[in-house]
């Protein structure tokens, strides 16, 4: 029962422009939400999260959106930049410590 | 900075061997977690631990063991290897209570290749 999904296993979009990256979850009970982002042959780095009593978080060029009647959330990327290129996952998180992560989504940021 | 250090980069190992991948994290973390990623698959959690000598199985933990016998180290071990088992393993380490909640920092990953 995959918990958390990322649909899209890729997203290509120009430099500069916008870059949406979605996540569902079947889970009520995640109290937060993370995403991280993974260069090849590096570990995964924290990127930004959101409360689940939060509808956005902004951090400079990151947003991320939380629609929980749609248990949905978003990361925007705006602008993008080529060294935005990389995999992102989200997880959802209980209040254990432990995080339930999606498949992942490839991103490619063109110059 | 926090640091989580994965013992290897690169392992081939042979059918059956028994495999040992070691973690250290110098941040006082009390959570430390093994996950696998599989293309398609995302990151999978094999076992986690609270506490040392606390261990906890994950979402895979057939085929797999592990050891905390100091805070700071965290071991996976592959009790008898198979092809199966190549993949990319993730190390973890995080703190509890508030929001550092839940932030996990990651290892730079050992690529095992199981022949």
């Known amino acids: 029962d995959q918990q958390v999904k990322q649909n899209s296993p890729s997203l290509s979009v120009q430099e500069g422009r916008i870059s949406i990256l979605n996540c569902d979850y079947t889970?009520?009970?995640?109290?937060?939400f993370l995403w991280y982002k993974k260069y090849p042959a590096e570990g995964p780095t924290f990127l930004i999260s959101?409360?689940?009593?939060?509808d956005k978080n902004e951090d400079g060029r990151f947003t991320v959106f939380l629609n929980k009647s749609a248990k949905h959330l978003s990361l925007h990327i705006v602008p993008s930049q080529p060294g935005d290129s990389a995999v992102y996952f989200c997880?959802?998180?209980?209040?254990?410590?432990?995080?339930?992560f999606g498949q992942g989504t490839t991103l490619q940021v063109k110059p | 900075d926090v640091k989580v250090t994965q013992s290897s980069r690169y392992l081939v190992k042979r059918t059956g061997e028994k495999v040992f991948l070691e973690c250290v994290q110098d941040?006082?973390?009390?959570?430390m977690f093994w996950y696998r990623q599989d293309p398609g698959l995302g990151l999978r959690l094999i076992y986690f631990?609270?506490?040392?000598?606390?261990?906890e199985k994950g979402d895979i933990p057939e085929g797999y063991s592990v050891s905390r016998e100091k805070k700071e180290r965290f071991s996976l071990i592959l009790e008898s290897a198979s092809t199966n088992q190549t993949s990319m393993y993730l190390c973890?380490?995080?703190?509890?209570?508030?929001?550092?909640?839940?932030?996990?920092?990651f290892g730079a990953g050992t690529r095992l290749s199981v022949l």
């Open positions: 997880a959802g998180t209980f209040n254990t410590g432990k995080l339930i």
């Open positions: 941040m006082d973390h009390e959570n």
């Open positions: 959101i409360s689940s009593i939060k």
């Open positions: 889970n009520s009970m995640f109290d937060y």
């Open positions: 973890a380490s995080g703190g509890t209570g508030d929001l550092a909640k839940n932030i996990q920092y």
């Open positions: 631990s609270y506490d040392v000598k606390m261990k």
